[in-house]
C-alpha cells in the first residue's frame, strides 16, 4: 500500500504511481496511463467551458466585483467535469482504486485543479475591474496558463495547440503537428488519438477541439480581419478543427 499523500507533493507521488504500475503489465502501465492523460485533457477542456459560460460575467462593464472567485470556479469545474465523465473529483481520494480512475490520475487531477484555480485566483484584479468589457481573460488563455502551470510541476506535460497557434508556447511538434493534420482531413469527432512514441518511453493523447458558432467572432471570417483580442482572425467555419489538447506521459523514470 502506498503511503497517504499529501497535496502538493505529487512530484513525489508521481514517482511512486509510476514505480507502482512499472511492477504491472506493459499493457496495463498503457492503458492507466492513456486513462489519466484521456482525464486530464477532459479536466482542462471542462475549465475552458466553465469560463465560457462566464464570459458575458467576465466582460461585463458595468460590475466591479463579479464573484467568479477561485472557489465559485472550482465547484463550476467539478461539476462540470461530472457531468462530462461520471466521475465526481471530490469523492475520489476516498474510493478503493478502479480502473476508472488510476492512481496516477487521483494525483494528477487534483493538481491541475489546483494549477487551475491559481490561474483564476491571478486573474481577479482583471475579472473583478470596472469599466473595461473585454479582458482577454478567455478560455484558450485560461487553457494555456492552467495547462503551463501544471506542466511546470509535474513530469506530465499537458498543453493546447494548434496547427498555426496564435499564442507560440502552444506551437505543435512534430508528433502534434502530423496528429493535427491528419485530425484536419477527418470529421469531427469525439474520438482521441493515442499512441506509445520515442520506442515506448512517452504515451501521447491528443483531443480535438472543433469551433462552434461562438469562436468564429475571433477565428472566423473575414480571414485577416482583426478580432476584439488583437489577432488576425483565422477564417475558420463551424465544426473545423480548432487545435488539441496534448498530454505526454513518460512511462519510464530515467
Ligand atoms: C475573444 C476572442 C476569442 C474567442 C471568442 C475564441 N478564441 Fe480561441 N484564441 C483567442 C486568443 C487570443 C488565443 C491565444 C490565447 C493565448 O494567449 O494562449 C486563442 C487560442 C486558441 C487556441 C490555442 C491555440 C493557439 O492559437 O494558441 C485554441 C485551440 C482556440 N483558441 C480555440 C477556440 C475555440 C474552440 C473557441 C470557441 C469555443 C475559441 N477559441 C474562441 C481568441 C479567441
Known amino acids: 500500500m502506498r503511503p497517504p499523500l499529501v497535496l502538493g507533493t505529487y512530484l513525489m ?3 511512486l ?3 507502482s504500475v512499472l511492477a504491472s503489465p506493459p ?14 485533457a477532459k479536466l482542462l477542456q471542462a475549465g475552458r467551458l466553465v469560463i465560457e459560460h462566464n464570459q458575458s460575467l467576465i466582460d461585463d462593464p458595468h460590475r466591479g466585483d463579479k464573484g467568479f472567485t477561485p472557489d465559485v470556479f472550482e465547484l463550476q469545474l467539478r461539476e462540470q467535469f461530472r457531468t462530462r465523465t461520471g466521475i465526481d473529483l471530490t469523492t475520489i ?3 478503493s482504486p478502479t480502473f476508472a480512475v488510476p492512481p496516477l490520475a487521483r494525483e494528477l487531477l487534483p493538481a491541475l485543479i489546483e494549477a487551475s484555480k491559481e490561474v483564476v485566483r491571478d ?4 475579472i473583478n475591474q470596472r469599466g473595461i468589457g473585454y479582458k482577454n481573460f478567455i478560455p484558450a488563455t485560461y487553457g494555456s496558463q492552467a495547462a503551463a502551470r501544471f506542466s511546470k510541476r509535474s513530469h506530465v506535460q499537458l498543453k493546447q495547440t494548434a496547427v498555426q497557434p496564435r499564442n507560440p508556447k502552444n506551437e505543435p511538434d512534430e508528433y502534434e503537428s502530423s496528429v493535427l493534420r491528419w485530425l484536419a482531413g477527418r470529421p469531427n469527432s ?14 501521447r ?3 480535438p477541439i472543433y469551433y462552434i458558432r461562438e469562436c468564429l467572432a475571433c477565428h472566423g471570417e473575414p480571414k485577416g480581419e482583426w478580432d476584439i483580442s488583437g489577432y488576425p482572425k483565422e477564417g475558420a467555419h463551424e465544426g473545423d478543427l480548432a487545435g488539441a489538447i496534448s498530454v505526454r506521459i513518460p512511462l519510464e523514470l530515467k
Open 93 to 95: 481520494a476516498d474510493k
Open 205 to 207: 493523447v491528443m483531443m
Open 17 to 19: 504511481c509510476l514505480s
Open 123 to 126: 486573474a481577479q484584479v482583471v
Open 190 to 203: 469525439e474520438a482521441y488519438v493515442s499512441e506509445l512514441t520515442d520506442s515506448g518511453k512517452n504515451l
Open 13 to 15: 507521488t508521481l514517482v
Open 27 to 40: 499493457e496495463q502501465l498503457r492503458a492507466e496511463a492513456e486513462e489519466t492523460a484521456r482525464l486530464l
